[in-house]
T-cell receptor, first 119, second 114 residues
Framework: DTGVSQNPRHKITKRGQNVTFRCDPISEHNRLYWYRQTLGQGPEFLTYFQNEAQLEKSRLLSDRFSAERPKGSFSTLEIQRTEQGDSAMYLC?????????????????FGSGTRLTVV | DQQVKQNSPSLSVQEGRISILNCDYTNSMFDYFLWYKKYPAEGPTFLISISSIKDKNEDGRFTVFLNKSAKHLSLHIVPSQPGDSAVYFCAASARGGGADGLTFGKGTHLIIQP
């Protein structure tokens, strides 16, 4: 397993266009998370999935944002009608929860992110 | 409002000495705390965590201390090595750690001087 994979690594788009990012988590992980990081800030939680169910959404996730994880494996994050304020690094992470064997470590595994620039 | 605060944007430490990174939090519901390390152009990498029922957790050169009454935690790295130069994020969870979204601080850039 090569870890959490995110594509594309970089995306430049014009304001008003739609963009979609993809995340492939570690295969045996059942939880998948999306975060956003802007310059000088720590990652900010957007949403997470348990298998294919989206269980929590941050108030940061406006109506223009939608995330899916249709088969409980990879996930997509779509931003419609992009705005300059959407420019950020979008990070995906995955984890395995529920097993007594992993209670010692609740750390996520993050991908390298997709850097979005809206011009 | 910043619920997790890392008040030092940067810290410079000599190689071989101890690095101490600090983190304060305001939300008393937080019950699990984590430290992540981030190199440029990479995602954060999990380092070490601690549950609120403990006051210390150690893993090799890394030790995290938790003072619940002060709502303060710290990460000690000893001895510091050049490869430790990175941005360190403190993060907290209110639901058992890792189960839901984490709240991150802004990070501290640790620079290890040779």
């Amino acid at each position: 397993d090569t870890g959490v994979s995110q594509n594309p690594r970089h995306k430049i788009t014009k304001r008003g266009q739609n963009v979609t990012f993809r995340c492939d988590p570690i295969s045996e992980h059942n939880r998948l998370y999306w975060y956003r990081q802007t310059l000088g800030q720590g990652p900010e939680f957007l949403t997470y999935f348990q298998n294919e169910a989206q269980l929590e959404k941050s108030r940061l996730l406006s109506d223009r944002f939608s995330a899916e994880r249709p088969k409980g494996s990879f996930s997509t994050l779509e931003i419609q009608r992009t705005e300059q304020g959407d420019s950020a690094m979008y990070l995906c992470a995955s984890s395995l929860v529920g097993s007594p064997q992993i209670r010692q470590n609740y750390g996520y595994t993050f991908g390298s992110g997709t850097r979005l620039t809206v011009v | 409002d910043q619920q997790v605060k890392q008040n030092s944007p940067s810290l410079s430490v000599q190689e071989g000495r101890i690095s101490i990174l600090n983190c304060d939090y305001t939300n008393s519901m937080f019950d699990y705390f984590l430290w992540y390390k981030k190199y440029p152009a990479e995602g954060p990498t999990f380092l070490i965590s601690i549950s609120s029922i403990k006051d210390k957790n150690e893993d090799g050169r890394f030790t995290v201390f938790l003072n619940k009454s002060a709502k303060h935690l710290s990460l000690h790295i000893v001895p510091s090595q050049p490869g430790d130069s990175a941005v360190y994020f403190c993060a907290a969870s209110a639901r058992g750690g890792g189960a839901d979204g984490l709240t991150f601080g802004k990070g501290t850039h640790l620079i290890i001087q040779p």
